[in-house]
């Protein structure tokens, strides 16, 4: 897993939980 992998991942299920 690259540096910036767990950046997006948590990027995304952050935007998921805000919507």
């Not at 897993?1 to 919507?19: D, F, L, R």
């Amino acid at each position: 897993m690259t540096s910036v992998e767990p950046m997006i991942y948590q990027g995304k299920h952050a935007v998921q939980k805000n919507e």
